[in-house]
């Protein structure tokens, strides 16, 4: 059974920063991508940002130079460095993984989301 488990959303003021760590755990042969996405209030999951296994990283338009995305491939653990955050930032953000458990079939994995709320 291979779960993700995200961390460290909260509230916090506009300007402020957050941290959101992504933790995968369970009998794990392997992960490829990884990834943060969002969703607001009424609207869709949209893509944040994404790390390949080699660090290779890629950026919505909305959160360039703002957010950093990180990983420790020895933790299975992704990071987002949340700065300068703005209350459109407001969102359940879901972490994201390609996995290979080990004996089966690598599959897309979803946290269960951490909300982080920005005020104004």
């Known amino acids: 059974q291979v779960e993700l488990v995200e961390s460290g959303g909260g509230l916090v003021q506009a300007g402020g920063s957050l941290r959101l760590s992504c933790a995968a755990s369970g009998r794990i042969f392997s992960i490829n991508d990884m990834g943060w996405y969002r969703q607001a209030p009424g609207q869709q999951r949209e893509v944040v940002a994404s790390?390949?296994?080699?660090?290779?990283?890629s950026y919505a338009d909305s959160v360039k130079d703002r957010f950093i995305i990180t990983r420790d491939n020895t933790k299975n653990t992704v990071y987002l460095q949340m700065n300068s955050l703005k209350p459109e930032d407001t969102a359940i953000y879901y972490c994201?993984?390609?996995?290979?458990?080990?004996?089966?079939?690598?599959?897309?994995?979803w946290g269960k989301g951490t909300l982080v709320t920005v005020s104004s």
């Open positions: 994201n993984a390609l996995i290979t458990p080990t004996g089966s079939f690598r599959g897309n994995y």
């Open positions: 790390i390949s296994s080699d660090g290779g990283t």
